[in-house]
């Protein structure tokens, strides 16, 4: 079965830096990618996404020029670097696949990892 599992979630202040990492199966190299995050009582919210190939990042406005998406098929991981956190960004990040994507807010994900939780204090 292919699998997708997230790792680098933690506890930070506002301001600081963290790495999340999404290892995934072989099955998923050729497939687009993005991060989703979910706060408690919200809405699972879209993030970033990237191509197969690693082109075309895509982000929603409120972390653009903060958080950057990418990827290594040769390692088989997709990453998400975050900078300059807030408060606003604590929420568990699911990473995920999708069949194909045309580089735009949609990203129709049919597969999910189980999470890791990210939580910045003020």
């Known amino acids: 079965q292919a699998q997708l599992v997230e790792s680098g979630g933690g506890l930070v202040q506002a301001g600081d830096s963290l790495r999340l990492s999404c290892a995934f199966s072989r099955a998923f190299s050729t497939n687009p990618m993005a991060w989703f995050r979910q706060a408690p009582g919200k809405e699972r919210e879209f993030v970033a996404a990237i191509t197969w190939s690693g082109g075309r990042p895509y982000y929603v406005d409120s972390v653009k020029g903060r958080f950057t998406i990418s990827r290594d098929n040769a390692k088989n991981t997709v990453s998400l670097q975050m900078n300059s956190l807030k408060p606003e960004d604590t929420a568990v990040y699911y990473c995920?696949?999708?069949?194909?994507?045309?580089?735009?807010?949609?990203?129709?994900?049919?597969?999910w990892g189980q999470g890791t939780q990210v939580t910045v204090s003020s």
């Open positions: 995920a696949a999708a069949p194909q994507w045309l580089g735009s807010s949609y990203f129709p994900a049919n597969r």
